[in-house]
Each structure stands twice: as structure tokens, then as C-alpha cells.
């Protein structure tokens, strides 16, 4: 096996052992290119199947272009999508024009996410993060529990081991599923590279310009970069000493902003 | 369509994927984990490698800077790993964390597992999946308490390529006696495991001197630096030579076909191999292998182990998780009791005659702490002295257990992935194991025998009679023990004189003739829920020899276990406790014929149990009974009379 394929397996795996330990799961999906290899994954776990909600967090601030490859996989792959967007907090005025970035991701993102799963009942959430995007992410476990908060409690995590989980959530809990852990920015991109999964142009280079990380719209920032295909990208990424969320402004508007975020629910 | 991007979409789903022009075959990815005591080094030499081997982006570097600058701290290649506030507070690494990194000739993932003792969770959790380990210690302080206990955890979680870094030479002024001391002594210590390291190699991790290149100041030493051994390594091949072991997650019917889906352990699948499922033993062939996109040819196989799979069978069989995919010459046992090295990691001790929720696999079983034959000290490896009954948090143990119903494993190492289970703590893994034997069962309980209520309980019903004064201690140490036994999930229950008297023995005075009639009544309600697998608990001060010889007899005639218990406190102290206010009325002659004041106490002459409630404590006493009680509880067969009871 190489390196790609124990990571398939391994996020097949724990695909499926949160399908069957969970009554209510649901996926979160971003139309960027980790949460493209989730969904590539989850319709090889269950051979073709989607057999849970996939969940579309719209800030308001997607790019339109997005927003189309949205329509474009969801007609595509045939899944039940779910759109939810915090409209109470926009109307209070939350918005990128007069607010700080770590503030309206909160509300825009986790909080609409709170929302969302309120009115779904959901028990657990797969989400595509990975251990190398972030120093608090690099601590996750792949079966992580939060409170009815939201909170995750990063100080006592349940052990797990051999593939034994954390499956159970009490009420109003979840866990969130976190099959990618393990992958690289790298590995995402050799994946993609060698199945063929559907992407948004916004990560290949135009005009001298791409995007490495894809948020909302006014605090993602492209890189300078001549990269036209995956071969490029990865060829980039072994020099690059930029981390990846470098162009994301919410991660850096103050110190441990990351942390402040993910401990009240942040993917 | 086209307008999302041209390069990237595909026109047709994506033919399967091609073998790319120089692939490596196998996996050459290292999963390394780094363990030690407690400041001996290991967030500083992981911060090095990383940032020697170029492996930092520039973004994580400032930020760490500019967090040390604000802490007014000088930076520290720990501070690399360590990127939460509270653990630049504290500088200890807290949970585990997980760092890729490569160099020209391999990729790497760092598990660092935290040496603070109550972390030891992190630690077993990054070390359960690891390929190899490095063992840090520190050249001045030598082998501390959490270098012998992560050795022993090490060995339990069978990791074998383990390679030795004697840190913090230049606080020892680079001296080879030192670095040979560290040797001897761990490689003794070692040995003792059967853990032989691949090398020792003196290091400063934060001079940078033995990680990639050879130190100038210790050209006494002339083996490979760190990173040449760690390159050297293997990337734990799975187990693909074994026989095949399908461990199924589940079987998904979403469309016409029933696809049974989960992980191959060991061995591999093509279509039209015998499968059999075990425990069950049903058998059918592979059929199809199912994939998405679909490829044309359909895959025949063979998939090999590591994969996971989807597959389905010629035949409709009534597959299910849990069960274990196997050809049908070379299947796992199928059993239900077995011998195990646990470790305990949960601050509620492992009790034995406890009931708890075993996983082995995708398999879920209750099983039953049937005895802990020895806890070891993981530090000395010294055997525990007497049996306490429990294994407590960090410790290791040596235990038998029982499940339920019998589950599919391997021992031996045969396929290491079905020959090691966690116990569960409610929802947390309390502990994991690794079984070493399986125990024999006598012909009859080998599942062919009738089910039985011990079967399904886990115990056996039985009677223990507690007898004494008023006043003695009876009824709450009657309370105390059902709980006891309730929580260990054994069902019990009181049968409580005061009660009887308001309802079954209602019509009943205190003459010797009522008293007998009774405890006669008593018995044999004691009998009947005995036999129907509970342990009664009869709280009955019970004055008479005469009767409680009958009651005993009674049992005997049907094949109740039986023990008498005399609670004893001397009638004085028993009068002052008096908590019912019945001493007093009956001295001022309100009630008549009272034990010990005008009816006599026959005490038992030679009771199976007799505790001194005037002078032991409750908890001192509730822990005599509870042992008595588990041992009268234990099933025939696990009690040494031969076979005859399950479980």
C-alpha cells in the first residue's frame, strides 16, 4: 500500500464506523478542496451512496464562483444539501464592513453551525480539518467530543487507540469526525491528483494568482503563483515555507486566535 | 461547467487509477512517537528535527517568535510544538500532538506524547499507532519513574523498533562514561521486557549535536547519528502473509445489493474466495468487490490488508458487525474466557467481578473481571503483593475475563489487531489489553449446553445470611453491599426482617413458634429468588441456631449457595447505638420478648463470615463482605467445583 492509500483506508474506516455509530451524522462541506476529498471519500465508504446530509455553511460571503461549483457537485454527486446561514446575526449588522474578523467568523460560521444543528438534531459532525493546517488542530482527535456549548474541552481528551472511538455523544452533545487528521496539504493534493476530483478553478493560478486557501471572500487572500495544475501546486508546496492559512486573516487578527475560536466550536 | 474550471473537471467518471510512473510500492511513511520522563527534552527535540530538516513554515516560526517575545522568553525550538497559551505557561507538553515533517529520503509524522504523569492517555494514544519510538533521557538525571513506565507501555503496546537518545549531553560536559552508565542500566532494564533498542546515541537536542550530523564534541562515539536511524527504520508492514481477517463494520443495503463493508486486518479478498463469519460459522463466497466510481473490468482483487472493503457474498447470509471474515481453514478462536496484560488508564479502578463493556475490533461484548491474578509495577516490575482486587489508574495487571457470549480473536501475535481489546469507562476507554491465553472451558459450557440464568447474569444466585443483634449493623451493611454488588452488575437484593414483618409475616408474633415460622418463610422466599440467579442479602437478626441450621439445610437441599455472616457488636454497644429506640422501650417494658434483653441471642458457633462492627470500620467491613459475597456469587466452574454453571 502507499502512503495515499493507508490514508484512504483509514478515513474510510472511521467514515464508516461514524455512519454506523451515530444516529444523526451529517457532513460538513465547504466546496474547498479538503472538504472535496471528504465527500470523494464518503462516496467510496458507501460505494456511491450519501447516505447523510451534506452541510453548507453560507456566510453570505462565499465567492461566486464557489457558490456555482456548489450547484455544480451537488447536481453532480446527488446528495441532500443542507445551506444554513446565521441570517439573525446580519441583521444585527455582523458583517466583515464593521466587525473583527474573529468575531464575524464566530457568528457567521460556528454560530450558524450551533443553529444548524439545533434545528437538525445532528449527533455528529465529519469535518475536514487536518493536525498540519494549525498547532491547535495538530492536538484533535479523530473522534472528538463537544459540550452542549459547543466547547471543546482540549485539556481532557478521551484516549483512543487501536480504532477505538469516542461514539457516544449525551444530549445536545455531538462529536465532530475528523477523518482527515492525518493528511497533508501535500497528500490532499497527490489525492486529488490521482482520482480525478472535481475542484474550483479558484485554486489554480490566473493572472499570476491562486488560492491556496479558500474562506470568505474578504479575508481570503491569494498567493503569487504560476501554478496551472496540481503538478504545479505540489511542485510549490515542497519549497513553500508560507504556512497555509497564511492568506486566512481571521487565524492572525490576534495572538491564539485559532485557539479562541476552535475552543468555543470552531471547525 | 466549463466556467468553473477547465483543467480540473472530469468529462466521464475517473477510470480507475493508474499505476503512476515510479510508484512506491509500499508505503514508506514513518509514524514515530517520542517518549521520556518529563522534562527530559522531547518538545525541544522535535522542534530541532523540524527545524533542521526545513520542515517549519515561516509563518509558524514569527508566530512563535513573537509569542516568546511577549512571554519575554528567548525562543525555544519547543515552543514549536508547544503553540497553546497554557502550555507556554507551563512549558509541558499537554496531549498529543502530531507533526509531519520529511527528509530526502522519507516522510515522517511526529507523535509527541506528553511525560507528565496523569497524561499517560496521550501517551498510549500516540504510541498505539506509532512504527517506532524514541526514548529520551536526560544525561544528568538518568532513568526516572516515566522512563521505565513508558519502556513497559512500549513493550505492552508491542512496538519493537525503539532507538535510545541520551539527551542533554552538554550538561554532562560530553562525558562517555556517563552516556555508558544510561546504557547499561536501561538496556538491562530493557532486556527485562524483551525489548532490544536499535541503538543508543548520545544527543543535544537543543546544541543540535547527534540529530543529522555527528558531534564534534563527542567523536568518541562512532554510531549513526538520529536521523540516520530513524531513516533506517521500517514502516510497520501490515500483516499481509497472515490469513485473512475481515473485520466487519457494517452491511449496507441502500441499493438491491447487501454490501457487507469493513477493514481487512490481515491476509486479502478476491472474488470467489471461501468466507466464513465467525463467531457463527456461516459460509459463502466472495461475489463481487464494490467500488465507487465503478471500474470496468470490475475489481477481482486481491485486496490486500490495511484496505478497507466492500464486498458481497453468492449466498444470503445474515452477516453482521462484529463478526470476522475468515477462510475457513485457518479461523480465529471463538471463545469467551482468556488471559490478559491490561493497562489502566482511568482514574475509577478496574474491580474484579465487575461487568464491563469489552471492544475487540468492530466486536462488543460485556465481559466479566473474573479475577486479577497480579498487578505489576510497571516502574520496579516487581509482582503486587496480594491481591487488592482492582487495578488502578496506570497500572498493569495480569487479568482473566469472561464475555457474555463468545467473540472471534487471535493470540499470540498471530494477527496483533485481533488479539488486543479496550474495556470501557462509560464512554472513555478505561483501559486496553492484549489477551495471551485462551482459558478451556469444561465440554459442557461450550456452547452447546442449554442457556442458563448464570449464563445470561454473568453469576449465580445464592444467600447471604446476615445475622446479629439490633442495633448490630445489619441492614446498613446490607444497603452498603447491594450497592456494592449492583454497581459491579450483580443483581441483588435485600430481604430485610422489618419488612417482611409489615407484609409476608404480618400475621406473626415474637414467640419462638412465630419467630421460626418466620425465618422459615424467609428461607424459602431467600430460595426462590436465589434460584432464579439473584444474591439475597437477608438482613434477619434471626436469634436461633435451630433456625438458621434449617434455613441453611433448606439451601443445601437446593443447591443454594449458603453463608452465614454474624454481624457481631456486644449488646452494650449495640444499646447505646440503639437506632431504632428499641432497647429503650423495651427496658421500660413497652415492647416484650426483645433479643438480648428478654429473649436470648444465640450467637452462631462457627458463622462462614463473622465481622466486629464495634471495631472495624464500615468500609472495613463492607470490603470482607463484598469479597465473601463475590466469591459465593462466582460461577461453579470459576470457583474450582468443576462444570455445571456458565459463566
Known amino acids: 500500500m502507499t502512503h495515499l492509500d493507508e490514508l484512504e483506508s483509514q478515513s474510510i474506516y472511521l467514515m464508516r464506523e461514524a455512519f454506523h455509530g451515530f444516529e444523526k451524522p451529517a457532513m460538513l462541506w465547504s466546496m474547498g478542496k479538503d472538504s472535496n476529498v471528504l465527500l470523494w471519500l464518503a462516496k467510496k465508504a458507501f460505494c456511491g451512496h450519501m447516505p447523510f446530509p451534506v452541510v453548507h455553511i453560507d456566510t453570505t460571503y462565499e465567492f461566486p464562483e464557489m457558490l456555482d461549483f ?131 478553478g479558484m485554486y489554480f493560478s490566473r493572472n499570476g494568482q491562486r488560492y491556496r486557501s479558500l474562506g470568505c471572500m474578504p479575508i ?48 | 461547467m466549463n466556467a468553473l474550471s477547465e483543467a480540473t473537471l472530469p468529462a466521464s467518471p475517473a477510470p480507475a487509477p493508474a499505476a503512476p510512473a515510479a510508484p512506491p510500492s509500499v508505503s514508506n511513511h514513518l509514524q514515530l512517537v517520542v517518549v521520556g520522563h518529563v522534562d527530559h527534552g522531547k518538545s525541544t527535540l522535535i522542534g530541532r528535527l523540524l527545524f533542521d530538516t526545513h520542515s517549519v513554515p515561516d509563518g509558524k516560526k514569527e508566530r512563535i517568535e513573537a509569542a516568546s517575545k511577549a512571554e519575554g522568553m528567548e525562543f525555544e525550538y519547543a515552543f514549536l510544538l508547544d503553540a497553546l497559551l497554557e502550555e507556554q505557561a507551563q512549558n509541558i507538553t499537554m496531549d498529543t500532538t502530531r507533526v509531519p515533517f520529511r527528509t530526502a529520503k522519507r516522510s515522517f509524522t511526529i ?90 546515541i548520545p544527543i543535544s537536542a537543543k546544541h543540535g549535536e547527534g540529530l543529522l550530523k555527528a558531534s564534534d564534541r563527542m567523536a568518541w562515539y562512532h554510531g549513526p547519528t538520529l536521523l540516520e536511524v530513524l531513516e533506517s527504520f521500517r514502516a510497520n508492514p501490515p500483516a499481509s502473509g497472515g490469513p485473512l481477517r475481515l473485520s466487519v463494520q457494517d452491511v449496507y443495503r441502500f441499493d438491491a445489493r447487501r454490501i457487507i463493508a469493513g477493514l481487512i486486518e490481515s491476509g486479502s479478498v478476491s472474488v470467489g474466495d471461501s468466507i466464513e463469519f465467525v463467531p457463527g460459522g456461516k459460509r459463502s463466497r466472495v461475489k463481487s468487490i464494490e467500488t465507487w466510481p465503478q471500474s470496468d473490468p470490475p475489481p477481482r482483487g486481491p485486496v490486500g490488508s490495511g484496505s478497507e472493503v466492500a464486498i458481497t457474498l453468492e449466498d444470503e447470509l445474515f452477516v453482521e458487525r462484529g463478526q470476522i471474515g475468515a477462510p475457513p481453514g485457518d479461523k480465529p478462536y471463538e471463545a469467551r474466557t482468556f488471559t490478559a496484560r491490561v493497562f489502566w488508564i482511568h482514574d475509577i479502578p478496574l474491580r474484579s467481578g465487575e461487568l464491563i463493556p469489552l471492544k475487540l475490533g468492530t466486536q462488543q ?32 495487571a495480569e487479568i482473566r475475563l469472561r464475555v457474555r457470549r463468545p467473540i472471534a480473536f487471535d493470540v499470540g501475535g498471530k494477527v496483533p489487531a485481533l488479539g488486543r481489546f479496550v474495556l470501557m469507562r462509560g464512554r472513555r476507554i478505561g483501559g486496553g489489553g492484549v489477551i495471551d491465553s485462551v482459558v478451556d472451558e469444561p465440554p459442557e459450557t461450550r456452547g452447546t449446553s442449554p442457556v442458563s440464568r448464570s449464563a445470561i447474569l454473568g453469576h449465580r444466585g445464592c444467600i447471604i445470611w446476615m445475622t446479629g443483634l439490633s442495633g448490630a449493623g445489619k441492614s446498613t451493611l446490607a444497603q452498603a453491599l447491594e450497592q ?101 422501650k423495651a427496658r421500660s417494658g413497652e415492647i416484650k420478648q426483645f433479643t438480648g434483653i428478654d ?45 455445571g454453571a456458565d459463566i
Open chain 2, 111 to 200: 507523535i509527541d506524547a506528553p511525560g507528565h504523569k496523569e497524561f499517560l492517555k496521550n501517551m498510549i494514544t500516540g504510541a498505539a499507532s506509532a512504527d517506532a519510538a524514541v526514548l529520551l533521557v536526560d544525561a544528568l538525571e538518568g532513568l526516572r519513574e516515566q522512563t521505565r513506565r513508558h519502556c513497559f507501555l512500549l513493550s505492552l503496546l508491542g512496538l519493537r523498533q525503539i532507538v535510545v537518545a541520551v539527551n542533554k549531553m552538554d550538561k554532562v560536559d560530553y562525558r562517555p562514561e556517563v552516556f555508558e552508565a544510561i546504557r547499561t542500566e536501561l538496556g538491562e532494564f530493557l532486556a527485562k521486557l524483551g525489548v532490544e533498542p536499535a541503538h543508543f
Open chain 1, 70 to 200: 456548489r450547484v455544480w457537485a451537488q447536481k453532480h454527486y446527488g446528495f441532500e444539501l443542507i445551506v444554513w446561514t446565521n441570517f439573525e446575526a446580519r441583521e444585527r449588522g455582523i458583517g466583515y464592513e464593521t466587525t473583527d474578523p474573529v468575531t464575524v467568523t464566530h457568528e457567521l460560521k460556528t454560530v450558524a453551525l450551533q443553529q444548524c444543528l439545533a434545528a437538525y438534531g445532528f449527533d455528529a459532525l465529519i469535518t475536514g480539518i487536518r493536525r498540519d493546517e494549525d498547532s491547535t488542530r495538530a492536538k484533535e482527535r479523530y473522534f472528538s467530543p463537544r459540550n452542549a456549548e459547543f466547547e471543546w474541552d482540549y485539556k481532557d481528551q478521551p484516549p483512543e487507540f487501536w480504532n477505538h472511538f469516542t461514539t457516544e455523544s449525551g444530549p445536545g452533545e455531538h462529536v465532530r469526525v475528523q477523518p482527515l487528521l492525518d493528511w497533508t496539504e501535500i497528500d490532499i493534493w497527490r489525492y486529488l491528483d490521482r482520482e480525478k476530483v472535481p475542484l474550483p
Open chain 1, 220 to 267: 481570503s487572500k491569494p498567493v503569487k503563483s504560476d501554478a496551472k495544475t496540481i503538478d504545479d501546486i505540489i511542485e510549490e508546496l515542497k519549497v513553500t515555507r508560507v504556512s497555509e492559512r497564511a492568506g486566512r486573516a481571521q487565524d492572525h487578527h490576534e495572538r491564539n486566535a485559532m485557539q479562541k475560536l476552535r475552543a468555543k466550536g470552531f471547525m
Open chain 2, 365 to 396: 461484548a460485556e465481559a466479566r473481571v473474573l479475577g486479577i491474578q497480579r498487578t505489576l509495577d510497571a516502574v520496579t516490575l516487581e509482582t503486587g503483593t496480594g491481591t487488592t482486587g482492582e487495578v488502578k489508574v496506570h497500572e498493569v
Open chain 2, 599 to 643: 429473649s436470648p441471642y444465640e450467637a452462631p458457633l462457627s458463622p462462614d463470615l463473622e465481622l466486629r462492627t464495634d471495631r472495624l470500620t464500615v468500609g472495613e467491613s463492607i470490603e470482607k463482605l463484598t469479597e465473601m459475597a463475590l466469591g459465593l456469587a462466582r460461577p461453579l466452574e470459576q470457583a474450582g467445583l468443576g462444570a
Open chain 2, 484 to 584: 456494592r454488588l449492583l454497581s459491579s452488575g450483580i443483581l441483588s437484593a435485600i430481604l430485610d426482617g422489618d419488612v417482611l414483618r409489615t407484609g409476608l409475616s404480618r400475621n406473626l408474633g415474637f414467640t419462638a413458634d412465630d419467630r421460626s415460622e418466620n425465618l422459615r418463610r424467609a428461607t424459602e422466599l431467600a430460595i426462590h429468588l436465589a434460584d432464579a440467579g439473584v444474591v439475597v442479602i437477608a438482613a434477619l437478626i434471626s436469634p436461633f441456631r435451630a433456625d438458621r441450621a434449617m434455613a441453611a439445610e433448606r439451601a443445601k437441599e437446593r443447591g443454594v449457595p449458603f453463608a452465614e455472616v454474624f454481624i457481631n457488636a456486644s449488646l452494650a454497644e449495640c444499646e447505646r447505638r440503639d437506632p431504632k429506640q428499641l432497647y429503650k
